[in-house]
């Protein structure tokens, strides 16, 4: 099994790297790539040293299974003919694909036969803040339809890549040393001390990109008729994301019943003891593998309604891990050569 990282400098690629090693993924050769600003330096893994290649249009793929591509749409746009031309699977996580019918968008504690049927070798890895909520929310599904969802997030620095997280830690050293910040790159406004209502791009309905990435993609998903309105923020923790989901099922459910569900549910822990100050926080679930859920209670507004609240590392699960979830489920069914 032969393994290619397309963005191996990034917040992304270097948590893929990690986790391809903390979970001993079954690979005897890797190759790394990037652009001309990370191509030659060098990464150990499992104690032998790897040098990041240049990504070209070449026969470099020759021989690839699978390749991991964290580098943004543009590259992953550009690149997919080159990475998939010899079979390898490609599996993306940019928003590059997602939408496309021919691309699989894949959770694999949700839908991951869909990732079996790939015509164009790609399986798109969903959106960071959608995969956290729909793994919550599938074992309630399963309890009775998921009609509406309303969710407020509460995403970090981190979400938005390697150069945002410094970026923000670069605030706060300005703000200690010079009582204001000259560094404003990677998020539209000052976000040391603030909040921002913007994640990704505005769009023409005054929703951001985000935002309507989280109605698509969760119904593609769930295969749901769902309809989710979101509200996207960046807040100034570092890495995990967190969200508040309000969400209507076709009938009443009880907190004891989505605790229940829940409490089995994959990739998901229960962290509800609100009496006590017990609640998922992102300080706690960074660096974890699954998404932390409490704050379960009824929806004061709404009779069939139910609110919790999430929290969960966006790089692990969010993106590295549930890719590599993909990869090691095609192996697991031998659907990979
Ligand atoms: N961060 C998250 O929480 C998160 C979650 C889900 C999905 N994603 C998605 O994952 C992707 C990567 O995000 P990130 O957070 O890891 O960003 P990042 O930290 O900014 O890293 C970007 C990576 O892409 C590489 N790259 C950029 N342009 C390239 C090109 N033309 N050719 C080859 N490599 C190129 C960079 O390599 P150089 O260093 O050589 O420039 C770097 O390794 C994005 O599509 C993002 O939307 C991120």
Not at 151 to 164: E, F, K, N, P, V
Not at 319 to 329: C, P
């Amino acid at each position: 099994m032969k393994v290619a990282i397309v963005g191996a400098s990034g917040a992304v690629g270097q948590e893929l790297l990690r986790l391809l090693d903390e979970r001993n993924f079954p690979l005897d050769d890797l190759v790394l790539f990037g652009s001309t600003r990370s191509a030659g330096r060098k990464y150990t893994f499992k104690g032998k040293e790897y040098e990041v290649k240049l990504l070209q249009h070449n026969d470099d793929f020759k021989g690839v299974d699978i390749a991991f591509t964290s580098a943004g749409g543009g590259t992953s746009a550009e690149f997919a003919e080159t990475i998939t031309k010899y079979g390898a699977v490609m599996i993306d996580n940019s928003s590059q694909f997602r939408q496309d019918d021919d691309v699989p968008l894949v959770v694999p504690e949700i839908n991951a036969e869909d990732a079996l049927v790939r015509p164009r070798g790609i399986i798109a890895n969903p959106n960071c803040t959608t995969i956290m909520m729909v793994v919550v929310l599938n074992p309630i599904e399963k309890l009775s339809h998921i009609k509406k969802i309303h969710i407020s997030s509460y995403q970090s620095a981190s979400g938005a890549g390697a150069a945002a997280m410094e970026e923000l830690i670069q605030q706060y050293k300005e703000l200690v040393e010079t009582g204001e910040v000259k560094t404003i790159n990677k998020f539209p406004h000052q976000l040391a001390y603030n909040v921002i209502p913007q994640i990704d791009k505005m769009m023409d309905n005054d929703y951001t990109k985000e935002e309507v990435k989280m109605f698509n993609e969760t119904r593609k998903i769930m295969h749901s008729d769902v309809r989710t309105s979101a509200t996207c923020v960046r807040v100034s923790s570092l890495r995990s994301h967190s969200e508040a989901v309000w969400f209507e099922t076709e009938r009443p459910l009880s907190v004891a019943e989505i605790r229940d569900a829940l409490k089995s549910a994959p990739g998901v822990t229960l962290v509800d003891d609100p009496q006590n100050y017990v609640y998922p926080m992102p300080l706690e679930s960074a660096g974890k593998d699954d998404v932390f859920v409490g704050r379960i209670r009824k929806d004061l507004a709404d009779d069939n309604g139910s609110t919790l609240w999430l929290t969960g590392d966006q790089i692990r699960k969010g993106a590295a891990l549930n890719a590599i979830q993909i990869g090691e489920y095609l192996i697991k069914v031998g659907n990979i050569k």
